[in-house]
Structure formats: structure tokens, C-alpha cells
């Protein structure tokens, strides 16, 4: 965040994710005319501060839950059936009311949106839409362009980009039901793609989907951070944390551990976290 000091001591701040030095700027023949700006570290981070769930059931999903995501990461979310790893990404998302506050690079999350992506879980998107892979992708744009608004040729060619990164450029013009689940989840990152965010939240995006697939997304992603972008990703199989994330959250409806997945992922804080008997590549 840069704050720039204008004549008359009116401050404004802009945000400049390259400027590196401090400047003057101005006439300085008139010190009335001089502008000083001033650089401050940009953070990229998502903070989460104290936050808490309660449902209409008056279930608590979430209880008083502190994260700090600095990226850019892989990060798991992992934890039991209901533990409220879905609901994490939704209360940072803010499309559950919660207690507590969410930052985005140190901004409210509701005013920062535009720079996280969202792909819900398999189960809720209706794959029986007549739509082909390309308008999906270009879903991704409304951001951008509007809604209702006619898709600028600029816009397109984001699209085919986009499909590129995740091979499915030749796969275009199909309809999406006709492709495999694999293929399917390789599209929806696509639409992340084109919405310029910063941050992808994936909620079990390797459910049906096969083993060649899956490493195939699996490299589609960490290309995606090594580009800077943070990836939050919720997660069951516990066979493949280590090879997949940078940093893990286990959860058990409050925070159980978070942490470099080396440091974290033990068999203590497993038990924490699932309970006495942990199955991992069908072992005990």
C-alpha cells in the first residue's frame, strides 16, 4: 500500500505491488506543489481473525478460528466429515454470516472479492446445463465485463489462454457434460483463470476423478503458484497431503494445527484431529 501526501496534507492511498524505493515527486521549487509517497510493504495475505460459524440448527461449524494465509501456497484443508472445511472457505468467501473478520491483503474480504476464485464441490453444479467448455470458461469474465454484457474479443482470447494452460484448448467447442470428470474440474480452474484472482479455493475438486487426471490438476496447480497465485484446497485423502500442499490446516471444528505440512501432518495432531484410529493408504 502506497499512501501519497498531496499540498494541503490530503492523503490517498493506492496499492503498487512493484515500487521499491521511496520517491519525490513535485514541483520542488514550491514546496506547496511537493508530493511525498511513501511505500509501505504490500502483504498478500488472507487473515482470519477469531472467527466463528453457528448454523440456524444452532451447530457451531466453526469456533473461534485464527489463519494466516501468506502466499503464494498450496495450502489443505483437512479434517473429519463436518469438521468444517467447506465452511471455511464460505465464511472467508463471506457467503455465511460469522462472527470474527476476514482480510484480504489487509482489506475487508467483502471489498476484495474479485481476487479470490471459487470452485464448489463437484456435487452442486448441474452438469446437465446445455453449455459448451468455452462459454463455461467465459463465465469467468462476468466479473470483468458484466452481467448480460456482450463478451469482448479480449475477453475470448483469455478464454482460449486460459483453456491452453489446462490442455483443453482442442476441447473447446464440446458440450461439458460430455466430458470426463477429470476434464470437467480442469475447466472450472480454467474459469478461475480468466477472472485474474489471486487467490483459488477448490472444494474436493479430485472427487471422480481418476488418477491420471489428478496429476494432471495436481501439476495444473502448483504451475498456478509458482506463477504467484495461493491455492486453498479442501482435501480427504490423507495419502496424498505431503505431496500436495505447502502448508495444512487440520480441522475439527476449531483449529487443530496449521502449519508447513512437514511440520504438522504427525500422528499426534492426526489424533487430534480424527480421533484415535487414522487409515492412511489402508494401513492403520
Not at 19 to 46: A, P, W
Not at 177 to 197: E, K, P, W
Request: glycine share 8%; aromatic share 6%.
Amino acid at each position: 500500500m502506497v499512501e501519497i501526501i498531496f499540498p494541503g496534507k490530503i492523503r490517498k492511498q493506492y496499492q503498487f505491488l512493484k515500487l521499491t524505493r521511496l520517491n519525490v515527486s513535485g514541483n520542488l521549487k514550491n514546496k506547496r506543489d511537493k508530493c511525498l509517497i511513501f511505500r509501505q510493504e504490500v502483504t498478500e495475505m488472507i487473515e482470519c481473525q477469531n472467527i466463528s460459524v453457528t448454523y440456524n440448527n444452532g451447530v457451531q461449524a466453526l469456533k473461534k478460528i485464527n489463519l494466516r494465509i501468506k502466499g503464494p501456497t498450496i495450502m489443505g484443508i483437512i479434517g473429519p466429515n463436518g469438521s468444517g472445511k467447506s465452511t471455511l472457505l464460505k465464511a472467508i468467501l463471506g457467503m455465511i454470516q460469522l462472527t470474527g473478520e476476514v482480510s484480504i491483503n489487509g482489506v475487508s474480504s467483502k471489498k476484495m472479492l474479485k481476487k479470490v476464485a471459487y470452485v464448489a464441490q463437484k456435487t452442486l453444479i448441474d452438469l446437465s446445463f446445455p453449455i459448451t467448455v468455452k462459454e463455461c470458461v467465459a463465465l469467468g469474465t462476468i466479473s470483468n465485463v458484466g452481467l448480460f454484457k456482450t463478451i469482448r474479443k479480449g475477453e475470448w482470447k483469455k478464454v482460449e489462454e486460459a483453456l491452453e494452460v489446462v490442455g483443453l484448448k482442442e476441447q473447446q467447442e464440446r458440450q461439458i457434460n460430455a466430458l470426463s470428470g477429470g476434464q470437467f474440474q480442469r475447466v472450472l480452474i480454467a474459469r478461475c483463470l480468466v477472472q485474474d484472482a489471486e487467490y483459488l479455493f477448490l472444494d474436493e475438486p479430485f472427487v471422480g476423478v481418476d488418477m491420471v487426471s489428478e496429476n494432471i490438476i495436481v501439476k495444473i496447480l502448483k504451475d498456478l503458484k509458482e506463477s504467484g497465485k495461493t491455492i486453498l484446497i479442501v482435501h480427504h485423502d490423507l495419502s496424498k497431503v505431503e505431496d500436495y500442499f505447502d502448508q495444512l490446516v487440520m480441522l475439527n471444528n476449531k483449529m487443530i494445527a496449521v502449519g508447513k505440512t512437514s511440520d504438522v501432518f504427525n500422528t499426534n495432531n492426526l489424533k487430534r484431529t480424527y480421533g484415535e484410529k487414522i487409515f492412511i493408504d489402508g494401513g492403520e
